[in-house]
């Protein structure tokens, strides 16, 4: 999570700048509006010639096209000034980086006049320069850890750079807040998707405790780490049994961030499935596309980067996280279907797939974390194939039992740009999960409605009179290569801003 300086603000140009960014809006008659000043006349050939009209996303990049105080100019066509949204201008920044990446550019000066004055005034000049920010500085990212260093990206990543010239001291001071804001948000995305990418050689429970430890503590966090032992004096059998086939041992972290001088602070618990890998344990997978699921703590590592965005930002509430480290895999000691086990709140468990692992992870350390009696608790989880099946890529699922937080939860989503859609939790989904030789099973006989069923299995596990909501990530954690400041492949690290927006406006 190194400290990203992708966007600065100034209040003069001084250096080398590569090239002027200019956002460029459409007419109705969906022409290109050259904008006022000095690129009017090169806006108003493009239109007249037919070569940019605008449309949202278009690109045109001129080399010595430009006066001072650069010789390159970016046209990014904006599309019509009515449809303009922060979505929109996080997808411009990005496909505005990805453009002068490819072009070998560093310094770039955004016309801010340009992407503050069109359209609705209902997105203030900050709201626009942030989200325009965001999409810019989350496109970098890079997972290059393991390549050879002739092999690595040339250096460009650090070289690109972002500027804003504001008018006056005071002006800076204002949207130098927002930019430090991005920058947060921008690195601890980074430490999200670094965690879920890493392969599970390396990113053992172990492995990713120790990181926990040392971002948490770095930031103000009080950190506690359960070993398997004390785990199992916490009673936790269901997250112990998933871990009993593998080599490597288990961990639970819990984070903790108070805020400073509030007494009555309220609680936000979240709690993140962290299934380091997932080989389906006896109940092998299938070999298709199984290198995926190193993948299957992004639910953990999701709530890592919301945690530290919240003390970072000094959020007025107390959170507490609890990640969930251990490996799911299938030798000697492993369990077996029809094993049963006791969860840490007493209730037991006959395994009938060991595949469905995510739940009896999350309802230990569910369980766990409402020790701290919180207002309002979030997990977060890669839980179920089916989610893909039933939502696809454009939004994550949510679950829960209370539908005020639920709302919040999809509100801050549209806020964010990360869309989240509720499914139902009907009692009958319960009948599903009744077991013949225990109090529940952890997978019913056939494939239905599996998303729900998993989060069903949950709700057994909140205590009476919990607010709790499930965010199911399975197809959005992850190859998110259609959004624009998502990376191609790997983690997309969805949903942290979005859970950060939701514990700040909690
Ligand atoms: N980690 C998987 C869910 C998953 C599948 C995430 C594909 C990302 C991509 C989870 O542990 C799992 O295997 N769930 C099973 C549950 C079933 C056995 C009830 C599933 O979805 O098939
Ligand atoms: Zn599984
Ligand atoms: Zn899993």
Known sequence: MADSHLLEVRTSISGQVDTVIVAVFQDSGK?????????????????????????????????????????????????????????????????????????????????????TEAGSSEISAHQRIKAFGEGFALSQYRFDKYRAKESKDSGTINQLRLVVIAEDKKEKAAIQKEIDRVNQVVSAVALTRDWSNEPSNFGTPEYFAEEAKSWGRKNGLKVRVLTEKDAAREK????????????????????????????????????????????????????????????????????????????????????????????????????????????????????????????LVLADAL????????DAVIDVATLTGAVSIALG?????????????????????????????????????????????????NSANDTLGGTIRGAMFLKQFVRKNVKWAHLDIASTGYNMGHIPYYPKKGASGAFVRTLAQFIADF
């Open 367 to 374: 369980d766990l974390v409402q020790d701290f009696e919180p």
């Open 31 to 115: 022409k290109a509006i050259p904008p006022q000043g000095q690129y009017q006349d090169i806006v108003e050939k493009l239109r007249k010639n037919g070569t940019f009209t605008a449309s949202f996303g278009s690109i045109q990049f001129i080399r010595f096209g430009g006066v001072e105080p650069a010789e390159n100019v970016l046209f990014i066509g904006m599309g019509p000034s009515g449809d303009l949204s922060p979505e929109k201008l996080r997808q411009a920044g990005a496909f505005v980086a990805v453009k002068l990446k490819a072009e070998k550019c560093g310094l770039s000066l955004l016309d801010l006049k340009s992407v």
């Open 236 to 359: 936790m059998g269901l997250f112990l049994g998933v871990g009993k086939g593998s080599e490597r041992e288990s961990r639970v972290v819990v984070l903790e961030y108070q805020p400073k001088n509030k007494k009555n602070a309220k609680t936000v618990a979240l709690v993140g499935k962290g299934v380091t890998f997932d080989s389906g344990g006896v109940s092998l997978k299938a070999g298709l596309r199984m290198e995926d699921m190193k993948h299957d703590m992004t639910g953990a590592a999701t709530v890592m980067g919301a945690i530290l965005i919240a003390s970072q930002w000094q959020v007025p509430h107390r959170v507490i996280a609890v990640l969930a480290f251990v490996e799911n895999m299938p030798d000697g000691d492993a369990i077996q279907p029809g094993n049963v086990l006791t969860s840490r709140n007493g209730k037991t468990v006959e395994v009938i797939n060991t595949d469905a692992e995510g739940r």
């Open 393 to 441: 890529k454009h939004c994550c699922a949510v679950l829960g039992n209370e539908q005020t937080l639920i709302d919040a939860l999809c509100r801050s989503g549209n806020h964010t740009g990360e869309r989240i859609w509720q499914l139902p939790l009907f009692d009958e989904y319960l009948e599903d999960l009744k077991s013949d030789y225990a109090d529940l099973k």
